[in-house]
């Protein structure tokens, strides 16, 4: 089991900025795919961003241009900076590990986003 544990989450006013931060233990870090999904009340929980074991992204059309993933392999930690927040990016954000199909979560961090 990987374990998680996120950071960064808060309010913030809309055009603010966020940097969200999760540590991974358990694992080899660089073995893993890592990915931050966000769930809002009434909501399923979608993909934010995605980075594999090469540094490859992916992100959802909703931030792309304003969220950037990355990870530093030596800290076993995996970032997501958010830019140019808006309030539908109010979230429960969640940290993700991936060894192949077996899947670790991160407890989640709030990130509120006023109008």
């Known amino acids: 089991q990987v374990q998680l544990v996120e950071s960064g989450g808060g309010l913030v006013q809309a055009g603010g900025s966020l940097r969200l931060s999760c540590a991974a233990s358990?694992?080899?870090?660089?073995?893993?795919?890592m990915g931050w999904y966000r769930q809002a009340p009434g909501k399923q929980r979608d993909l934010v961003a995605a980075?594999?074991?090469?540094?490859?992204?992916n992100y959802a059309d909703s931030v792309k241009g304003r969220f950037t993933i990355s990870r530093d392999n030596a800290k076993n930690t995996v970032y997501l900076q958010m830019n140019s927040l808006k309030p539908e990016d109010t979230a429960v954000y969640y940290c993700?590990?991936?060894?192949?199909?077996?899947?670790?979560w991160g407890q989640g961090t709030q990130v509120t986003v006023s109008s």
């Open positions: 980075i594999t074991t090469g540094g490859n992204t």
């Open positions: 993700k590990a991936a060894r192949g199909f077996i899947y670790d």
């Open positions: 358990g694992s080899i870090f660089s073995s893993l795919v």
